[in-house]
């Protein structure tokens, strides 16, 4: 079993930063790709970031390239999304995710309740 809780989410205005963070149990969370995906109500799950076991393979939307940072640190069993330069279409539920990696949800097996983040205008 993977438990994934994610938190670190609020309210922020634009052009400011938020850091997410993503727990996991396990000591198996080494083995799985970690995702973070995102939601805006009336929208399509969105693919945010992805990082591998090893932290040098990464993939990002276009949306958040350049501005989201995501990163691992394997002995807390913890991912983590730096958001930068955040603007209000960034607003949305951000799910942490676990499974085999990509940028499609069903590649994922194991999902997190989500945290939210309110960017102002």
């Known amino acids: 079993q993977v438990q994934l809780v994610e938190s670190g989410g609020g309210l922020v205005q634009a052009g400011g930063s938020l850091r997410l963070s993503c727990a996991a149990s396990?000591?198996?969370?080494?083995?799985?790709?970690m995702g973070w995906f995102r939601q805006a109500p009336g929208k399509e799950r969105e693919f945010v970031a992805t990082?591998?076991?090893?932290?040098?393979?990464?993939a990002y939307g276009d949306s958040v390239k350049d501005r989201f940072t995501i990163s691992r640190d394997n002995a807390k069993n913890t991912v983590y999304l730096q958001m930068n330069n955040l603007k209000p279409e960034d607003t949305a539920v951000y799910y942490c995710?676990?499974?085999?990696?990509?940028?499609?949800?069903?590649?994922?097996?194991?999902w997190g309740q989500g945290t939210q983040v309110i960017v102002s205008a």
């Open positions: 396990g000591r198996t969370f080494i083995w799985f790709f």
């Open positions: 995710a676990a499974g085999s990696g990509g940028k499609v949800s069903k590649s994922y097996d194991y």
């Open positions: 990082i591998s076991w090893n932290p040098g393979e990464t």
